[in-house]
Every structure is written in C-alpha cells, then in structure tokens.
C-alpha cells in the first residue's frame, strides 16, 4: 500500500544533501517575519490551491515560531509516552496541518541561472513533517525537525514577486524518531533563508585543526568542495591551498577555558566564506579523554532549546543569555539534548568556550511502552531515516571546534541502525569519538555512559569494578573506555542535592571525568488565573488527556532565566578554584588554593579576602597569589586579622582581574571560608532568685500559656502560636519521585502528613513551664513523646525540648523535626546570622556562606514552578522578625537552628499545584528545625544519601526566645 508522504519512513524527497553551515557574502535574503497561516484538523487536506484573498482573509503568525504559542491549537507534554497509538509508520487521521504561505519580492539584482548562479530555499528547522511549493510548483518534503533542509529553487523564482506556500503536519512516521522529553509543539520554528549560490560554489567546507601538544604545533587541511584559497592573516598564510596540510608552529590552541579563534577566509572567484579556525586535539588513550594532550572534566549541562514565550523558537539574544549564564556559573560543557541546536548556539560555544557534545534528532523512548517491538533503531525500514539524521547533525557542525563527541541520539534503545550511524560517524569524522548512552555495552562507541547512576556505582565504574558487560570481549572493551554521567543530578523543583559528592568521585577517579546536570532549564509556559495572577504551566494544564504533569521543570533556571538555587549550588561546587585551609590558634593555620581547571594558571583572578565578627565587617585587604598552573595548588599564611570578640570568618574571594567576553572585572569565580575565632561560650544567667518569683500558673515571666494545651500564646506584648513539634514539610519533586519508591509515599502512608498532638500535662515544675505531649498519627501506634521545659535565662525565654520516638519506626525518615509557630502578618522582616543569603539543606549547603542576613519574608521563598518545600536557612546562630517599626521577636540557638518564614502553611505549600494557588493569610509562619531529610535527586536518580537522612532517634534542641522593641538593639549571643 503506497503511503502518504508524511508516513513514508524515509527522511523525505527533494531536498540537496547535507552540508555545513557556512558564512558566505553570497547574497541571502531572510523569508523570517509574519506569515499567513489556516490550521486545518487534518493531514487529508488538497494541494494548497488557497483563496485569493488569502493575504487578508488567513491569520498572522510569525515565523520562527510554533503555531500553539501563537493562538492556534494547544501544546501538549509528554516525557515517555507517544500521544497517539505506536502503530509505526501510521499516525492517527486527526492531525493538526497547518499551511503557511507568504509573498516576498525577489531584489533586482539577485543572481539567476542565466548567470550560473543556483538558488537554494534553506528550512534550518519545521516540526514534524513539512511539503514545500514555490509560485505553486512543488519541490518535495521533510522529516527531521531540529535538522536543515535546502531545495533548490533557482528555475522557479520569478523577477518581482512570488508566493511560498508550506504544509506542515504536527504527526509524521518522523515523530517516532522524536519522543525526546519536550513539549510537543509544531510549525516553522527556525530561520527560513534564500541563498544564492555562484557558479563553483564553495557549498561545503571541513576544517581540520589538530594540535600537537607536545611542540604547540598546529596542523592545518581544509577540505573544500570547489577549488579555493585559504588566507589566515594572524598566522602569515596568505592565499594557500587549504589542503595543506599546514604546520604551524607556536599556535595557541582552543579550550572551553581559553577559547582562542583564528579567522580566516576560504576565498574564490566568486565567493569568499569565512571561517573561525580553533586549533584542538582528541584523544582517548588508557581509558582517559584527552584535549591537547590534558584529560579534562565536564562541568557540564544538558539544554534543551526553550524561551517560555516563544518555545524553541530563540533569537540569538536568548542564546547569548545562556552561553554567558553558564560561563558566570563555572559551566564548561553542553550536550545538545537531544537534537542539534540553533547553529548560532554552536558559534557561541566557539567564541566563548563551551565544550559541546552534539546529539543528534533522535529518540524513541515511548517504545518502552511496548517493550521495544518494532523500535525504529533496529528496524531495517526506518535505517536510510537513522543515517540522514546523523548525517545532517555531522555535515551541519563539522566546523566547530567547540564539539568534543558525536551524539548518536537519546534513550532509543539498541540497534543495528545506532549501529551503522557510529561506523558512519568514525568514516567521516574520525577525529572525534562517538557519544550514546543507550546501548551500556557500549560496543560500537568509544566512551562509557549512563544516567542517573547511583554515587555507589559511580565509584565502582571509577575503580573499574563494575558489573561487567554481556560478553567478555564487549566487558573488555568497555573498560577500556572514559566514563561520562552524561545525565545526572536530576534539577527538578528544590534541589539536586548530592553534587558535592558527585564532584568529589569526579576528581578522584581520572576514568570519571564529569557529567552534564539534566537539565538547563524549566519549560514552563506563562499563564494567568482568572483574576490575572501569572503563573507557569506544565503538563496537564492544557487539557491533555495524557501528560507527564511537571516533569516538564526540572532545571537549573526557571523559565524566564532566573538562576535557581540549585544552579547556585552547581557553580559553587564545580567552582575551578578551591579556596580552604586551616585556621589554627596562635597565629597557626594558612591558607590552600588549589587550581582546578584543566589548562589555565591563576594569573587571570584577583584575590580579596574579608573578616566579619558576627556578621560585620571588620577587615579586609587583598591577597597575593604567585602564578599557579593548572592542576596544582599553593600555599599560603593567614593574611594578619585583628582579635576578634566574637564569633569571626575569613572569607576569601577570586574574582576576575580583568574584564573577559563573558563577565566583567571584579566578577566572582570562586570563594571559600575560615573560621578564625569560635562563638564565644555563653555563661546562663538565671533570672530570679527562685522558681516561685518567675511561675504564676500558666504564666512565666513575660511568657503565657494555654492552660489546656500549653501552648506560648504571648511574649511580653507579642502575640504568637505555638511554638509546637512540627515533622511535616511539603514534599519536594525529590521526595515525591522514584514510584512506589517515593519517601513521599512512604511519609503520607506513615501519617506524617495528618499528625495531631495530645497533651499529657502542662504545668509549673522545678521552677521552670513543663509541657508533656505525645504527638501521633492515626491508624499507626507510632508516635512522638515531646517535652517542653520552658525556662527563664538572662531575660530570655529558654525552651528544651526533647523528643522521644515510640513504636517501630524501621527505615521510615522523618521530613524533618522542629517546631512550628506563628506571628502576626506585620512581623515580615527577616535578619539573621548563619548561612545565607540562599535557601539550603543539608545536601544543598555548599553555596552559601556564614554571614548576616536580612530580607522581607516575601523574598524568602522560592517560586518553584510547582510549589513545594522551599526557603530553609540553616545553620542559623539567632534570627528576628521585625514589624515596620523595629518591634518583633527574636530566636537564638544553642549552637545552630534552621528556619523558614511563609506568609502560608506547609499544608498551603502541598496543596498548591501552582504558585498562583499560594494566597497569604494573615499571619507569618515560622518553622524552626533542629534538621531536615536531605534533598537528594529522587525525582529521577538517587535519593539522599545515608548521611543526609533524618532518622527518628531521642533528640534534644534549645532555643532562646525574646521579645524585641523598637528600641532595642539586635545582641551578639
């Protein structure tokens, strides 16, 4: 049965083959801008015959851009699953097809064949399926959505005007080649281009530019596909063939970290194309990636292409905005998942340094579903589809000196046409090795990868002691390959925790050499509740009958490109410096920097340090560092301090001496922190001479009680609730992951979530407020026994609490443990000393610094995409929270506490599925918390690790409570 053309499993019909992105002065003309567009319900439509009175009768619509962000139809998400039945190459009749069609004016003096001259009609990217006519003759079709396509139009272009129509179906035999975890969304979403080009033209290019290490040579060829000449001025070649091959000595050589670029011209009679030329070496050799002759570690990221207005339809502003976002993060590398991005991006990474693992367009994850029966990757029908794609992601970006590895694609399983796509990939381009992760034999690519491994298999890949492959010979290969985490680190809503040690195995094991965070960013698109409030959508909120819900945000910006504090973290753990040492008595102690980049010294930083006691500046000075190579450390005294009082820290920053492309002088690389002087001992003064003058029934000096629940109702003038044993907090998308898995699930089929309290007795004793309670949940005869000593210490209000857990608790975790309480809404200024200025956990904690810190509450949270447990500081020595006036209480630790402020509950945070569903009430809400369960990755990896857990165990916590007027000063405990 013949099949129509969006079904046919071959790549398509018509169009050139592929070659490079080029920048030529032939002329070019771009058909971007506003097009006029009819959505029609099926694929089962005529021949675009159209109206005459389609240039006012159809809508607008720009292009690049997808037609579901621009009014017509709905976006849909899924991560795994297809949206229609798996019925290769079928795809169901009710498919979306939308018809663009656009006039343009050819200029006058545009180049014609009269003249030798061809003319190509360039389509750099249209999801899913697309048939192009020009003037209203046909000139084929394509498959291959994030991959460009050229047909030539040079006999069909009329002197003056001429019309370009182009049908594009949202469902094609294409979209099974396209399951990657995305939106699905639909249209011309790329540039679309008119190219001219000359009789003998220089179509295609490949630049070979290797470097020899050992004597900074650089050898030079360029393949060209018409005879050419090659002029290099920076380096003294003027008109040379370019096939060379070249040597040239003293070249400097590109890295990520200092991306050196030689421009160059590629020249002939009737064009010039020009070329930015980075001189770099690969190599794998004992098992270890090497660039110029160094192993080098991935500090890397996957990003999907993704503005929240526009979906993947980006301008070259938003790409920047990327590339120098990750370079201000310490971010050294991208992989493309899971397609070849905008070339643009490509150009970025060269300019700026990026090291890049270019992925093909191909996924086919939704086979899962099905067992993988009739997988396209082994399936002899879609193979000639498998090598075009390939094919055009390598011909395509060839010419970077920024891509490491060839990318074969995405979780499609395994099969012979993967297979038959790396052969083709080492014939053609055998300087670089070839990347896939699905197939972990890893028999046809030359490096070992995989996702979401646990930190324990990590180590045992890093010892090569891992499980050995399906045959010996395949086992002994494998070892014999570098390892790549080509995703980890899951960054869905609060987290990744667990990437410090990650880092450490990184740097310990020279086999292990880094990974990419999944992902870059949120996918989240802008929405309003009825009453205006903006939110972010995901799956589900379009009405998809079948969706993956949230999924869709799991990375380390938030859609409108806001650093979140996971990507905060990352910076400062995979920061290239590493600041530490010791900071022993009598004038002990010194300082340690180490280097950590691959191939840079030190001599591009400035070093500045800062003494602060008790959160306040003190000193500060500048730091002299001696140069210090790549790969090694130094150290050094102490800068001289004065004697501190107080509880002091040294913090010493490096900081860019100069301005570079990505960042000004004076921007932050890396920053580390000494304690100098530990928190001076407090000596309890007890207030009153005995417990008779300080206890009234429910009443403690400034302090009254609920007689029946015991429960601090006032402090002095201040009213509050609680404080009162809180474990709950709103799971995270890591504590909600991993199925039936989940530490959610477990915590909500416990209680933990429903706990309610009983008072066994309140009451003076021994000079002090006692409080006894059990708190519980239903159904389970596990429980919590709480005492609650209430004391008076040096005009404080001083609560011990201890807390002993009743029943079988086994392995069950407890989300976390502390009190919660509240104080009237007015009381919204936050100042504290401890960790700050950003949230963190204990797996999440590497990013902040020991300091003070104030904010209003409003500005404690963080807006995750679906709202969730958020906003902890930790390790906090005392804390207030003022009203407008200075008036307010503050809390004091003995040594530390953690806290958060909400203008909502916990149970507002779990119930909210959208930020827009958070109202404030009328109070502040405060949880202060001996601990918490870690973060962990769960959402999709490991969860927290053993030493980051929250089991229940006897435990005690002290706090100091005392009213604050607007009078008063805030005192160093």
């Known amino acids: 049965m013949d099949l129509p053309y969006y079904e046919d499993p071959g790549p398509g019909l018509g169009f050139e083959p592929a070659r490079t992105a080029t920048r030529s002065n032939a002329p070019a003309l771009s058909l971007n801008g506003t097009w006029r567009f009819q959505l029609r319900p099926t694929a089962a439509e005529p021949d ?27 976006p849909a998400y899924t991560n795994v699953r297809y949206p229609f039945p798996v019925d290769p190459p079928h795809v169901p009749d009710e498919n979306p097809t939308g018809d663009y069609r656009r006039g343009f004016d050819l200029p006058a003096d545009w180049p014609g064949p009269d003249q030798g001259a061809r003319t190509l009609l360039r389509f750099d990217g249209v999801d899913s399926c697309f048939r192009v006519w020009l003037n209203g003759e046909p000139l084929g079709h394509a498959k291959g959505s994030r991959l460009a396509h050229e047909f030539e139009v040079g006999q069909l272009l009329r002197p003056g005007r001429n019309t370009l129509a182009v049908r594009v179906n949202q469902w094609s035999s294409g979209s099974y080649l396209e399951d990657q975890d995305m939106w699905w969304l639909s249209g011309i979403f790329r540039d679309v281009t008119l190219l001219s080009r000359p009789e003998a033209a220089l179509d295609d290019h490949f630049v070979h530019a290797g470097y020899e290490h050992a004597t900074g040579t650089g050898v030079l060829s360029v393949e060209t596909s018409a005879p050419a ?95 120098l976002l990750m370079k201000r993060h310490n971010i050294n590398a991208v992989r493309t998942s899971h397609y070849p991005p905008h070339p643009d991006f490509l150009d970025l990474c060269d300019e700026y340094g990026l090291w890049v693992i270019d992925e093909c367009d191909l996924e086919t994850h939704g086979f899962t579903e099905v067992g993988w029966r009739r997988n396209p990757t082994d399936d002899p029908m879609w193979h000639e589809a498998c090598l075009d794609r390939i094919e055009r992601t390598v011909e395509r970006d060839k010419n970077h000196p920024a891509i490491l590895l060839w990318s074969l694609g995405n979780e499609a399983g395994h099969g012979a046409n993967l297979e038959a796509m790396a052969a083709w990939c080492h014939h053609r381009d055998p300087e670089r090795p070839v990347h896939y992760e699905g197939d972990w034999d890893s028999s046809y690519v030359d490096v070992y990868s995989r996702m979401y491994a646990s930190h324990e298999e990590v180590l045992a890949i890093g010892r090569r002691e891992e499980a050995p492959a399906s045959t010996p010979e395949r086992d002994a290969h494998r070892r014999t390959l570098p390892f790549i985490q080509c995703e980890y680190a899951h960054a869905m809503g609060n987290g990744p925790g667990g990437l410090t040690e990650y880092q450490e195995l990184f740097e310990r094991y020279e086999r292990l050499q880094g990974g990419f965070v999944w992902e870059w ?14 939110y972010y959508a995901y799956g589900g909120d379009f009405g998809e009958p079948l969706h993956d819900g949230n999924f869709i945000a799991d990375g380390l910006l938030f859609p409108d490109r806001t650093p979140s504090p996971g990507l905060v973290e990352f910076r ?103 304690q100098l002087a530990e928190r001076p001992r407090r000596t309890p003064v007890p207030s009153g001479s005995d417990g008779s003058e300080r206890q009234d029934g429910a009443a403690l000096g400034p302090a009254r009680f609920d007689p029946a629940s015991g429960v601090l109702v006032r402090l002095g003038g201040l009213a509050v609730s609680g404080p009162r044993l809180d474990v709950w907090r709103a799971p995270t998308d890591n504590d909600l992951g991993g199925g039936e898995r989940s530490i959610a699930r477990a915590w909500r089929r416990a209680g933990l979530d429903r706990m309610r309290h009983r008072t066994v007795s309140a009451g003076p004793e021994d000079g002090a407020f006692v409080v006894r309670s059990r708190v519980a949940p239903a159904a389970t005869d596990l429980g919590l026994q709480a005492e609650y000593r209430w004391s008076l210490e040096d005009g404080r209000l001083r609560l011990d609490l201890s807390v002993v857990p009743e029943g079988e608790w086994d392995a069950l975790t407890l989300p976390r443990l502390g009190l919660r309480m509240a104080l009237p809404a007015a009381f919204d200024r936050a100042t504290w000393f401890g960790l700050g200025p950003g949230e963190s956990y204990r797996d999440t904690r590497q990013a902040v610094r020991v300091g003070r810190f104030a904010a209003p509450v409003a500005q404690l949270q963080t807006p995750y995409v679906m709202p969730q447990e958020n906003g902890n500081r930790s390790e906090v020595r005392w804390a207030t929270f003022l009203d407008a006036d200075g008036s307010g209480l503050r809390v004091e630790g003995e040594p530390f506490f953690d806290f958060t402020a909400r203008p909502w509950t916990s149970e507002d945070l779990d119930a909210a599925r959208h930020t827009a569903d958070l109202h404030p009430r009328d109070q502040v809400f405060l949880t202060l918390d001996q601990a918490h369960q870690g973060i962990g990755s769960g959402s999709c990896g490991p969860g927290a690790l053993p030493q980051h857990r929250l089991t229940a165990g006897a435990t005690t916590f002290t706090l100091l409570f005392s009213e604050v007027s607007a009078a008063s000063e805030v005192r160093p405990s």
């Open 48 to 74: 675009p015959g159209f109206d005459a009175d389609w240039e006012r009768s159809w809508d607008e619509i720009p292009v690049p851009g997808h037609w579901q962000l621009n009014g017509h139809g709905s």
């Open 521 to 534: 960013i949120d996918h989240g698109i802008p929405q309003r509740t009825p009453d205006g409030t903006p």
């Open 572 to 674: 400062k753990v995979v920061a290239p410096v590493r600041i530490g040492g010791t900071a022993a008595g009598g004038g002990g102690g010194g300082l340690r920097i180490d280097n950590l980049y691959d191939f840079r010294s030190l001599e591009h930083l400035a070093f500045d340090w800062t003494v602060e006691e008790e959160g306040v500046p003190v000193a500060r000075g500048t730091l002299t560092v001696p140069e210090v190579p790549a790969g090694t450390g130094v150290e050094l005294p102490l800068p001289k301090v004065p004697a501190a009082a107080g509880e002091s820290w040294l913090t010493v920053r490096a900081t860019l001496a100069e301005d570079q492309p990505w960042a000004p002088a004076g921007h932050e690389v890396a920053w580390g922190q000494l």
């Open 229 to 323: 000449t090659l002029s290099i001025p920076e380096l003294g070649l003027d008109r040379v063939d370019p096939a060379g091959p070249h040597r040239i000595p003293g070249v400097e050589p590109w890295s990520a970290e200092q991306p050196r670029l030689y421009d160059a011209v590629l020249s002939t009679p009737q064009e010039t194309v020009s070329l930015r030329i980075g001189f770099r070496s690969i190599a794998i050799e004992d098992g270890v990636l090497r660039v110029n002759g160094r192993r080098i570690l991935f500090r890397g990221v996957n990003r999907h292409e993704w503005h929240p207005e526009r979906g993947r339809a980006l301008d070259r502003a938003t790409m920047l905005q990327d590339v």
